[in-house]
């Protein structure tokens, strides 16, 4: 069986500047896998190449088996993948409910729709009118990832939901996560938090100066070995 | 006093017209942020078209609208696919460079086309139809460039509001990244609108082919007209468009008024005034 996301040898540049050298990830249908790091590391550039908003050779990511890098990032979006971006990024002058109509643009079928989003985070459904840049932090990170989901995406990338947002708001957005999961949608989390990360996750990947030197399964890894991948002692121990 | 009054209410409708001309210039340069300098030349070529269509082929002004509108919106959205969308990205310089490039040579394809001389659309009866309104009369033309302005700009803010082609244009000018992760093919959402903004130039050079004398050279300052309404009303607002529109007509009216000779410059003067005291512009689009 062909994993829902491959990801072989991929490089990431900015100009220059390289910023992943030869990353390995597999996301298997239905699963979260956490990807923890420092500052830095290069989590976010992950991200934006799997969506395409970073170009990268093709061949380097597979989603479902075909190529989906060097893909242009509404391609990518239309095959199932979508992303609640770092610093939520909604689009200011619309309303809440705007933004989440917004992310069925791709017009994906699936089990999420304005009204089950509306029932997974009720706030969204009371302040649909209101403009998205006038909502708390929490209530728009919900909004960033109602907006995901609205695209019924295979494959949803959340990252750094927890930015700037007090633990027990936190607490509240990853507790929609296993009703995410039960839809059948596949999470990669980037998350600082270690012992976060691994509480919600089924595998994690730990990336150190875009390399990853750390996998397996997150109830297995103790929290030395993955503060030690965090840090970069893992290499130098090694 | 009267004649003080009907200066004003014949400013505000010719205030729609100027509110045509920058209706395009003001989408586009909300939605991708990208200035066309062959804006009034564009409206220009569609006076000429006009011209062409009722004049030599004979067939009526409205028919003319009908055959134009369809043809520069479907030129817009080619023009946009084909070429702007190569020179769009974080650097304006090359869009303005390649838009004063198109300006210049369409100037000059219409004077090899139609010569230097002044011209203006013949529009029989409609040309001295009027309404008495108590003391005023107001000619049809003017009330049709007025109403088609509110049309189009009413028309226009349904579909920023009500359709998802439209939101995404919004969304595009608040954030043009992240559009392209809700499946959206950026490309396409900017030829849509340029195929809407070449559509309205079209409408506004018939009207304004009836309305008033052109010559190959005029786009210049409707383009200036263009900028002062849009600038006056706020960047990205399409009601302040109208409004900029309306200011500007009023000042050249109530300049007539005075002197001929005044009435340009009183537009640009008041112009200036309201960059100095308003620079935002009077209704601009609320930012966080």
């Known amino acids: 069986m062909t994993n829902l996301l491959s990801v072989r040898n991929l490089d990431a540049f900015y100009g220059d500047f390289q910023a992943l050298f030869g990353v390995d990830l597999d996301v298997e249908a239905g699963e979260v896998v956490a990807l923890v790091g420092a500052n830095g590391a290069g989590k976010s550039t992950f991200l934006a190449s799997v969506t395409g908003l970073l170009p990268t050779r093709p061949g380097s990511i597979l989603l479902r088996g075909a190529n989906i890098a060097g893909e242009p990032a509404f391609r990518i979006a239309r095959a199932g993948v979508a992303m609640s971006p770092e610093g939520r990024r909604l689009f200011a002058s619309l309303s809440v409910e705007e933004n989440l109509r917004l992310g069925a643009t791709g017009g994906r079928k699936g089990h999420w729709s304005l009204e089950k989003v509306q029932a997974l985070f009720p706030i969204l459904k009371e302040k649909r009118r209101q403009g998205a840049s006038e909502l708390s932090g929490g209530q728009q990170q919900a909004v960033a990832i109602g907006r995901a989901l609205m695209a019924n995406p295979d494959l949803l990338l959340l990252d750094e939901v927890s930015l700037g947002l007090a633990p027990v708001v936190v607490r509240d957005i990853y507790e929609s996560l296993p009703a995410i999961r039960a839809a059948g949608t596949a999470v990669i989390v980037v998350e600082q938090d270690i012992g976060r990360a691994t509480e919600i996750s089924d595998r994690l990947y730990c990336l150190q100066e875009g390399r990853v030197n750390l996998t397996g399964r997150s109830r297995q890894l103790t929290r030395d070995q993955i503060g030690a991948a965090y840090f970069g002692r893992a290499r130098s121990a090694a | 006093m009267t004649d003080l009054l009907n200066a004003i209410l014949q400013g505000v409708l010719l205030g729609g017209l100027y509110a045509l001309f920058a209706a395009g210039l003001s989408l586009m340069f909300g939605v991708m942020r990208f200035v066309n300098l062959a804006h009034g030349d564009f409206i220009v070529a569609a006076a000429f078209g006009a011209l062409l269509l009722v004049d030599m082929l004979g067939l009526p002004p409205l028919l003319a609208v009908v055959i134009l509108v369809p043809a520069f919106a479907a030129f817009g959205y080619l023009g946009q696919r084909l070429v702007l969308n190569r020179v769009m990205g974080r650097d304006i310089m090359p869009g303005i460079l390649l838009t004063f490039g198109f300006s210049v040579m369409l ?182």
Do not use: C
């Not at chain 2, 399409?238 to 009183?266: E, F, K, R, S």
């Open chain 2, 107 to 288: 100037q000059n394809l219409m004077l090899e086309g139609f010569s230097a001389n002044s011209r203006r659309l013949n529009a029989g009866w409609l040309d001295t139809a009027s309404l008495p309104l108590g003391p005023f009369q107001i000619g049809f033309v003017p009330l049709l460039m007025f109403t088609t302005a509110l049309l189009v700009l009413g028309g226009l803010g349904l579909f920023m509001s009500q359709t998802n082609t439209g939101r995404l244009m919004r969304a595009t000018s608040d954030d043009a990244q992240i559009v392209g992760l809700m499946g959206a093919d950026r490309r396409h959402l900017f030829a849509i609108a340029t195929a809407i903004a070449s559509g309205v130039v079209a409408l506004a050079g018939v009207l304004m082919a009836i309305k008033t004398n052109f010559d190959p050279s005029s786009g210049s300052i409707r383009l200036l007209f263009a900028f002062e309404a849009v600038i006056m009303g706020g960047l990205g607002s399409l009601w302040g468009t109208l409004a900029g529109g309306i200011i500007l007509g009023v000042a050249q009216g109530l300049g007539a008024a005075i002197d001929p000779g005044y009435q340009i410059l009183a537009g640009h003067v008041v112009f200036l005034i309201i960059l100095v005291l308003r620079p935002q512009g009077l209704f601009p689009r609320q930012r966080p």
